[in-house]
């Protein structure tokens, strides 16, 4: 029966999610004014885990600017804010809460200490490097790698920077695909994010096995 409810209540909450999504596209068609800011809020609440899609964000957001390129330096603006604010939240989320995050159960459900444990290996070898590449990876890793870096207490100033720098490359990548080609690339971006997501979890279970392998040789 509980898990009957849980099940309910995760429908309810990614329909919800769906129906929000659908009004924030209409109200930013009808009101270009308004519509950055507008992108950049709903990006601002994806920091905080909520389930809304960075990748479905921008490819909302450069449909509507193909449409109306006089807008278009402006709704870039407004997107790439959104994106790159809200990873600055994911950091200081890490940073200020530390594991009491995981007694939150938005968090505790989407990103479990297993999977910060995985990213963390991977982020101890290749260090802010690892954010233009984890820029590139959906399912979680994006809001996984910020999160960790904030649990570490990574330097804020070099995080910041790093990450301003990976955003700008991600964002303007997929902004410029869906801008110049529209719905012709959403099958490949998305074949292009699984496939980096599987390579990028290989790559962190070899590194674990290794260090593992490393620690006991070392011990003995």
Not at 46 to 53: D, E, M, R, V, W
Not at 172 to 200: D, H, P, Q, R
Request: glycine content about 8%.
């Amino acid at each position: 029966m509980a898990l009957f409810y849980k099940e309910n209540f995760l429908e309810g909450i990614f329909e919800f999610i769906e129906t929000f999504m659908q009004t924030i596209q209409d109200t930013a068609n009808a009101n270009l004014a308004i519509a950055p800011w507008l992108i950049c809020s709903v990006l601002l609440l994806a920091g905080f885990n909520l389930p809304i899609s960075e990748d479905l964000m921008i490819f909302m957001t450069a449909i509507l600017s193909a449409k109306n390129p006089d807008h278009m330096p402006y709704l870039f603006l407004g997107l790439f804010a959104g994106a790159y604010f809200s990873d600055l939240i994911c950091y200081w989320l890490g940073r200020l809460l530390g594991p009491k995050l995981f007694q939150i159960k938005l968090f505790k459900n989407m990103i479990t200490p297993e999977l910060l444990e995985k990213i963390k290996g991977f982020y101890d070898r290749f260090g802010m490097g690892v954010l233009i590449i984890g820029r590139f990876i959906p399912f979680g890793v994006r809001n996984g790698l910020f999160i960790t870096a904030g649990l570490g207490k990574s330097h804020f100033g070099k995080f910041a920077f790093a990450d301003f720098v990976a955003t700008l490359i991600s964002v303007s990548v997929y902004f410029g695909l869906y801008y110049n080609y529209g719905e012709a690339m959403i099958e490949v971006i998305k074949k292009g994010n699984t496939f980096i997501f599987s390579i990028f979890i290989i790559s962190v279970i070899v590194f674990l096995v290794y260090k593992k392998k490393k620690q006991s040789s070392a011990q003995n």
